[in-house]
């Protein structure tokens, strides 16, 4: 039997819904005006969470107007889940997180969408993504990679390594300035 509290992961406010709020709106844009255009769209979202968001809400006291409310617990979307859910579709989703009950949670999303391609990365985010980003063949598809870390934990896109790391860096500016000047001709 599932977990009833893999899904836990509480963080953000009323930010964070705002943020999610643009994304959604961002991602439903992008696939829409892409869609005719390439083969294959991707998601990558690389500090993916669990695909929700649990808001614990305290208890409120009655007063003049109100009962009492007791405490209770919210589950709202998380990015994973909004860009599952998002039409047109993303061909395939990518969901990568470093911590292991995060990915269990992404796991059984993925169970419970068979029919669509998701993949979970369990892993640093720096180097599953520069593994992906230099393996990958661009021609014909386009990509969102959403960047979500805690606020506070930056993330340091350039690992302090050596040069082979230092190329998969370039190598995916190259292809960001790439998108850019897509977007400028058109
Ligand atoms: C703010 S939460 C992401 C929330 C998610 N975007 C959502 O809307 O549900 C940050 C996530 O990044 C993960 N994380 C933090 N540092 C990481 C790293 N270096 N590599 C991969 N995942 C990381 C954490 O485990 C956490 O799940």
């Known amino acids: 039997m599932a977990d009833p509290n893999l899904g836990d992961h509480q963080f953000g406010g009323v930010s964070t819904d ?44 009655a007063n003049l107007w109100d009962d009492y409310t007791p405490a209770r617990i919210e589950r709202l979307r998380g990015s994973a889940k909004i860009a599952i859910d998002i039409v047109p579709p993303f061909d395939q989703l990518l969901f990568i997180d470093h911590d292991a009950r995060h990915c269990a949670a992404l796991r059984a999303l993925k169970d419970a969408n068979p029919d669509r391609r998701i993949a979970v990365e369990e892993g640093d985010a720096t180097s599953v993504l520069g593994n992906i980003l230099s393996s990958r063949n661009w021609a014909g598809r386009r990509g969102v990679l959403f960047l979500d870390p805690y606020p506070g934990r930056p993330f340091h896109p350039l690992p302090p390594a050596g040069l082979r790391d230092w190329r998969v860096a370039a190598a995916s500016r190259r292809r ?9 001709r058109r």
């Open 18 to 61: 705002l943020k999610l709020s643009i994304v959604e709106g961002y991602l439903k844009a992008f696939t829409t005006a892409l869609r005719p255009r390439f083969r294959e769209l991707v998601y990558i979202d690389a500090f993916a969470g669990t695909g929700e968001r649990t808001v614990a809400h305290a208890a409120v006291e």
């Open 176 to 184: 960001t300035l790439q998108c850019s000047a897509w977007r400028r």
